[in-house]
């Protein structure tokens, strides 16, 4: 398996995992979502959103990064918004 180099933008590194996610999925008989690389992928874009959320001066910062850092709280949004997730 030929790896694919990985671009030194947030936007560039998610678009690898999604294209790596594509790859895998081709060779695994699988759709694109189910791959770790495509919940990486979803991860970064989340924690970029509220980071962007904070640098543009939200009135509540600690609990944006609270809700972002929170795992559960990640999961229980995924569930709701009918993600499959890699599991």
Do not use: V
């Amino acid at each position: 398996m030929k790896m694919m180099p990985l671009k030194d933008t947030h936007q560039g590194i998610i678009d690898d995992l999604r294209d790596i996610a594509h790859f895998n999925s081709a060779e695994l008989g699988e759709r694109p979502e189910t791959m770790p690389e495509w919940d990486a992928a979803d991860l970064i874009e989340e924690l970029m959103s509220a980071l962007q959320k904070i640098a543009d001066g939200a009135p509540n910062p600690e609990e944006i990064a609270r809700k972002a850092l929170d795992p559960f709280a990640r999961m229980i949004h995924n569930y709701e918004a009918g993600s499959t997730g890699s599991g």
